[in-house]
């Protein structure tokens, strides 16, 4: 079973690797009328890099799924192919490409390193205060005057010398660890409902104190560091960790209840709320300044039609920031519908794929832990793509593995790694239980 699964990810990981190689073709033939003359160099790289991280997998982890790495590396082929197509153009960068380059050779090792040093997914939960207190110093390290930077309106920024990065990125992994471990250990005394509020029975209201203290967190972010992404994202990820864990719907329905009391403060009291909400609502309101990025979007999505202008045949670079937060929009306007709609595939079947290794774990934390992680790309998929095409208003967080970002690109493999160490655990587990089942039966009277 494990030969099957690993050959099945090879076959997925060339499979995707054609597609990548084509697309970049395609993008150069759209702009120059001429195959790249980095091609070889390319496809080198790319494929040198997969592979690397496909032996690792077969060496170190070699019952886990056949399904995540193939689309985490196709989804970040394509982000690649479309930050390398815009490059130059307009105000992106020309050495984005290059950039995005260095920062996926640095995930590989990443992701590499994370299935070495974590063997078993329960020698986090011996750290769980110390992984904790990290995730918090992580997230309000923007906040640290002199080390954090503001960019584009968001406080999420620290700077290292000539490197900027997104500590939010590695706090959400290191809070989904805590948050898994903690809940575990209290699930029972967070299951009890010993106390009366009109028909409904609820646990005593001091066990609500978590999900208070996740809900202030939240805000705190929101308001101090302006990012009303990352706060929808923490917050969401601890009330489906506890309804999950509890298996009570009452700490679900507080946890929206909380959220949309926050939602209408912000809203009411802080004018970058009310900016983001009337742009989402009417950006045409103001088509050339603060609903520029919204309307050029609209356009964009509407000018690829069903199957797209071709790649490098649109002209998706008039979107400010389009390598960042809308990626999406100049995927849906070179590659159509149908593009677009298998990048939704994709994120789909990753989503599914992390919820079914959840299911299939034995042990609580790596179940638990298997559900945080998955709703974190979850979340993050839909927050961007749905403030892409005004579904909800538009946030500034990261298209997971597509956007340029190399925080994003590096939490996102080790988040990678840690999904692959718990399928991996779970099938051994699975087939030590089998084994042992048979031994037993064939010795039965």
């Given at each position: 079973?494990?030969?099957?699964?690993?050959?099945?990810?090879?076959?997925?990981?060339?499979?995707?690797?054609?597609?990548?190689?084509?697309?970049?073709?395609?993008?150069?033939?759209?702009?120059?009328?001429?195959?790249?003359?980095?091609?070889?160099?390319?496809?080198?790289?790319?494929?040198?890099?997969?592979?690397?991280?496909?032996?690792?997998?077969?060496?170190?982890?070699?019952?886990?799924?056949?399904?995540?790495?193939?689309?985490?590396?196709?989804?970040?082929?394509?982000?690649?192919?479309?930050?390398?197509?815009?490059?130059?153009?307009?105000?992106?960068?020309?050495?984005?490409?290059?950039?995005?380059?260095?920062?996926?050779?640095?995930?590989?090792?990443?992701?590499?390193?994370?299935?070495?040093?974590?063997?078993?997914?329960?020698?986090?939960?011996?750290?769980?205060?110390?992984?904790?207190?990290?995730?918090?110093?992580?997230?309000?390290?923007?906040?640290?005057?002199?080390?954090?930077?503001?960019?584009?309106?968001?406080?999420?920024?620290?700077?290292?010398?000539?490197?900027?990065?997104?500590?939010?990125?590695?706090?959400?992994?290191?809070?989904?660890?805590?948050?898994?471990?903690?809940?575990?250990?209290?699930r029972e005394l967070l299951r009890m409902a010993t106390y009366r509020l009109g028909p409904l029975w609820?646990?005593?209201?001091?066990?609500?104190?978590?999900?208070?203290?996740?809900?202030?967190?939240?805000?705190?972010?929101?308001?101090?560091?302006?990012?009303?992404?990352?706060?929808?994202?923490?917050?969401?990820?601890?009330?489906?960790?506890?309804?999950?864990?509890?298996?009570?719907?009452?700490?679900?329905?507080?946890?929206?209840?909380?959220?949309?009391?926050?939602?209408?403060?912000?809203?009411?009291?802080?004018?970058?709320?009310?900016?983001?909400?009337?742009?989402?609502?009417?950006?045409?309101?103001?088509?050339?300044?603060?609903?520029?990025?919204?309307?050029?979007?609209?356009?964009?999505?509407?000018?690829?039609?069903?199957?797209?202008?071709?790649?490098?045949?649109?002209?998706?670079?008039?979107?400010?920031?389009?390598?960042?937060?809308?990626?999406?929009?100049?995927?849906?306007?070179?590659?159509?519908?149908?593009?677009?709609?298998?990048?939704?595939?994709?994120?789909?079947?990753?989503?599914?794929?992390?919820?079914?290794?959840?299911?299939?774990?034995?042990?609580?934390?790596?179940?638990?832990?298997?559900?945080?992680?998955?709703?974190?790309?979850?979340?993050?998929?839909?927050?961007?793509?749905?403030?892409?095409?005004?579904?909800?208003?538009?946030?500034?967080?990261?298209?997971?593995?597509?956007?340029?970002?190399?925080?994003?690109?590096?939490?996102?493999?080790?988040?990678?790694?840690?999904?692959?160490?718990?399928?991996?655990?779970?099938?051994?587990?699975?087939?030590?239980?089998?084994?042992?089942?048979?031994?037993?039966?064939?010795?039965?009277?």
């Amino acid at each position: 079973m494990a030969r099957i699964r690993r050959n099945a990810e090879l076959g997925l990981i060339l499979l995707g690797s054609v597609i990548v190689v084509g697309a970049y073709v395609l993008a150069s033939l759209g702009q120059n009328a001429s195959i790249p003359v980095d091609l070889g160099p390319f496809l080198a790289a790319e494929l040198g890099l997969i592979l690397f991280a496909h032996i690792a997998t077969r060496r170190l982890a070699p019952s886990a799924d056949g399904i995540l790495l193939p689309l985490a590396v196709l989804l970040n082929g394509i982000g690649y192919v479309f930050i390398a197509r815009l490059a130059g153009e307009r105000s992106v960068p020309s050495d984005l490409p290059g950039l995005q380059a260095t920062w996926f050779a640095l995930g590989m090792a990443a992701y590499v390193g994370t299935l070495l040093v974590i063997r078993r997914i329960r020698v986090l939960d011996q750290y769980r205060y110390t992984v904790g207190l990290i995730g918090l110093a992580l997230l309000f390290l923007p906040l640290v005057p002199g080390v954090g930077r503001t960019i584009n309106g968001a406080k999420i920024w620290i700077s290292l010398g000539p490197i900027n990065l997104q500590p939010g990125e590695f706090a959400k992994l290191a809070l989904a660890v805590f948050f898994a471990s903690y809940l575990v250990d209290k699930r029972e005394l967070l299951r009890m409902a010993t106390y009366r509020l009109g028909p409904l029975w609820l646990p005593e209201p001091k066990h609500f104190f978590p999900i208070l203290v996740a809900w202030a967190g939240s805000v705190v972010v929101m308001v101090s560091e302006r990012d009303l992404g990352s706060s929808l994202l923490y917050f969401a990820l601890f009330v489906v960790l506890l309804w999950i864990a509890t298996e009570r719907v009452a700490y679900l329905v507080v946890g929206v209840g909380l959220f949309a009391v926050g939602a209408f403060a912000a809203w009411r009291f802080f004018d970058h709320v009310q900016q983001r909400v009337d742009i989402w609502l009417d950006p045409w309101a103001d088509p050339l300044d603060e609903g520029f990025q919204i309307v050029e979007a609209q356009y964009a999505l509407a000018e690829g039609g069903l199957t797209g202008t071709g790649i490098g045949l649109g002209d998706p670079a008039r979107i400010p920031v389009v390598e960042n937060d809308f990626i999406f929009a100049a995927i849906g306007e070179e590659m159509g519908l149908l593009g677009s709609t298998a990048i939704i595939v994709s994120y789909l079947l990753f989503v599914g794929t992390g919820l079914r290794i959840a299911l299939r774990a034995v042990d609580p934390i790596a179940k638990l832990l298997a559900v945080g992680l998955t709703t974190i790309i979850g979340l993050q998929a839909f927050i961007i793509i749905g403030g892409v095409i005004r579904v909800v208003p538009l946030t500034g967080i990261t298209l997971p593995y597509v956007s340029y970002g190399g925080s994003s690109l590096l939490a996102n493999y080790v988040l990678l790694a840690l999904l692959i160490r718990i399928s991996d655990e779970s099938a051994q587990r699975g087939r030590i239980d089998a084994d042992a089942a048979g031994v037993v039966g064939s010795t039965a009277p």
